[in-house]
């Protein structure tokens, strides 16, 4: 194996990055966080749920969230999960990452090479050169939550467009979009998960394995692809626990084996 598939050859050692621990790829520039092992309830809680009514009833949402509490059931039922350490990508991939193994790939939608890659004709060629895997919904989930059971991270308020970041290249910016895992940007953008896109977690593993399957792969996150908001509620998609099915583009944010200590 070359240093692009192997991440350990890739990644010649612990270091900082932006003042925590972090494993990078060298070939392509991509940063990893270790996540901890650990277990977590996985899913929209009621808990969750009442939160979000009491930011309906305090006139926070621009028309109604019925029709997305009518779909809550696509995140439940919450269970469980047990999630073995792992590495995730600091960031979602950035079009020169994703130019390390598609050298012609164009983004029309990013700003600049340090700015999320959002994929579509290129997406099955980049999944087929990646020598990282695609995180599970429950790998996601969990690194999203890092330890909270709150709405976002955050807390149960509604989140900001402060809260969105699509471009890594000022590493201090990057920094303060943090979660307690050290990962930036959980939410901002539509990530794409291993998982086929089932609704709902009925007979889902508590493992953390990926549901697989014939048909489109699940997304999570996803609220600075429709910035600059436009009154419609986009804020919904940084919820820890939203999910739905891959349409159109997605960002990746791949993850890795825990390297060896």
Not at 46 to 68: K, N, W, Y
Not at 210 to 217: A, Q, Y
Not at 232 to 247: G, N, P, Q, T
Request: aromatic share 8%.
């Amino acid at each position: 194996m070359d240093d692009d598939h192997d991440l350990v050859p890739g990644c010649p050692g612990e270091e900082i990055v932006a003042g925590r621990p972090a494993w990078r790829h060298t070939p392509s520039g991509i940063v990893f966080r270790k996540v901890p092992a650990g277990s977590f309830r996985m899913g929209l809680s009621d808990t969750e749920l009442d939160a979000l009514r009491a930011i309906e009833r305090s006139g926070g949402v621009e028309d109604t969230l019925e029709p997305f509490l009518a779909r809550a059931e696509d995140a439940q039922p919450v269970r469980e999960v047990w999630v073995e350490p792992f590495l995730i990508a600091w960031h979602p991939l950035t079009v020169a990452q994703v130019q390390h193994w598609l050298p012609d790939y164009e983004d029309e939608y990013a700003d600049a090479d340090t700015g999320t890659a959002r994929l579509e004709d290129d997406l099955e060629d980049l999944l087929d050169l990646l020598p990282f895997r695609l995180p599970s919904e429950a790998q996601w989930e969990y690194a999203a939550r890092a330890g909270t059971t709150t709405l976002t991270f955050r807390g149960d308020g509604k989140p900001g467009e402060d809260q969105l970041l699509d471009d890594f290249g000022d590493e201090t910016r990057t920094a303060a979009g943090e979660n307690a895992f050290g990962l930036a940007a959980m939410g901002s953008e539509n990530e794409l998960c291993a998982d086929t896109w089932i609704p709902g977690f009925a007979g889902a593993p508590a493992d953390a394995l990926p549901r697989t399957g014939k048909g489109p792969r699940t997304t999570r996150g996803g609220a600075a692809d429709v910035y600059p908001w436009q009154g419609c509620d986009e804020w919904l998609l940084l919820l820890s626990a939203m999910r739905y099915e891959h349409a159109q583009f997605t960002a990746v944010r791949p993850v890795a084996p825990q390297p060896p200590s």
